[in-house]
């Protein structure tokens, strides 16, 4: 094992400094602690192999920074040389359904020195390339010596706007190409503007990322063929059964008769196994009930329904009595419908602070990611 000595290693929520949720993680290299491990740690949270790919290429100053937009993250990683792994049993672990969209930034000498981004299946990952990867999916992945932005989205905020959102993995969308230069200049501003963003404008702006993705991204080239891991081999079905459970209960939450019983009856699940797919987000009603209320909070805010009639809003998500729906609207956030409608209307992004769970320390990032979808 490698071991540097950090000065300092700290984690902190910097909520108060910033309109919108910051995390920082900052290992220093000076006496009395293990940089490696301590950067290891921190990535746990996406991948269990994290390594050094020589002797010192842990940066004496690596960090991460991460801004939550309410309706994703971004983030700004800094190391050495780096390999990650991804592992079908930290698929399986976290159950995540989020695509990963990296961006190297130009790092100078630094960059040169460490060699530049490996992408999963040996591509070269240039400055400013835009990378995909399907967090559903196992992968490695190299990091050269230097910085690069990150952005988390969930699949069911950007997978429906693409032909084929299971076969995103692996793409690169060349800093040479003009959707390759806007996005990659786009993601890394709004990185930069991320501290100075209120909530409501973030959730904006990552509806604009999304829009500028699905754009760039564009028809399936069918290179990539069926979803694979990093060893050529498909991942079965039953790998990906949890995910797939909530894109279903995405797709559906309009339907007045989504209830456990329609998944087991239309997804061929037993009850214990879908009991136990949901036991992490408080059962599966709680999950329904939840997905509607926020869903409809985003609606509410949103410009696009400014016009809209409330009880139309909670009918199109699957409440049948406005009053009902107004109730657990208003115990879930501590708010009406209305109250929250006229706050996103006056430029006040405090009700979309219920998209962004709370959370500290070390778990907080790890909280983030199982907690992030589309509203």
């Known amino acids: 094992m490698i071991r540097l000595k950090p000065r300092s290693f700290a984690v902190e929520s910097d909520a108060a400094a910033s309109p919108v949720p910051a995390l920082h993680v900052l290992a220093a290299d000076a006496a009395g602690q293990d940089a490696v491990g301590a950067w290891r740690g921190t990535m746990a949270v996406l991948f269990d192999q994290v390594r050094p790919r020589r002797q010192g290429t842990v940066s004496h100053r690596a ?44 790092g100078g000498a630094a960059l040169d020195e460490g060699g530049p981004a490996r992408w999963p299946a040996g591509r070269t990952l240039r ?26 989205v969930p699949r069911s905020l950007l997978g429906p706007q693409l032909a084929e959102p299971d076969r995103q993995h692996e793409r690169v969308i060349a800093r040479e190409t003009p959707l390759g230069v806007v996005l990659g200049q786009h993601i890394a501003t709004l990185y930069q503007q991320a501290p100075r963003l209120g909530l409501r404008e973030a959730a904006a702006m990552v509806q604009v990322t999304v829009g500028l993705l699905a754009i760039a991204l564009g028809p399936t080239d069918g290179a990539s063929g069926e979803a694979r891991t990093s060893a050529g081999s498909a991942i079965p079905a039953r790998e990906v059964s949890g995910r797939a459970v909530r894109v279903f209960v995405e797709r559906s939450l309009h339907r007045q008769d989504l209830t456990p019983e329609t998944l087991m009856a239309e997804l061929h699940l037993s009850r214990s196994t879908l009991y136990r797919l949901f036991e992490r987000y408080g059962g599966v009603r709680q999950y329904i009930r939840r997905r509607r209320l926020h869903r409809a909070l985003m609606d509410l805010c949103s410009p696009a329904s400014a016009r809209r009639r409330i009880g139309d809003i909670a009918y199109d998500v699957g409440f049948l009595d406005e009053a009902h729906f107004s109730r657990l609207f208003s115990a879930t956030f501590g708010m009406s419908p209305r109250a929250a409608r006229a706050a996103a209307q006056r430029g006040d992004g405090g009700p979309l602070a219920a998209l962004v769970p709370g959370g500290g320390g070390t778990q907080q990032l790890a909280h983030w990611l199982r907690e992030l979808t589309p509203g």
């Open 63 to 106: 960090d991460l920074s991460v801004y939550h937009l309410g309706l994703a993250l971004i983030g700004r990683s800094t190391s050495g040389d780096v390999s990650y792994r991804r592992s079908l049993a930290q698929v399986r672990r976290d159950d995540l359904d989020h695509y990963l969209v990296h961006v190297p930034m130009p």
């Open 127 to 152: 400055p400013m390339d835009v990378g995909i990867v399907d967090l559903a999916i196992p992968f490695d992945f190299i990091a050269g010596h230097g910085a690069g932005i990150s952005l988390v």
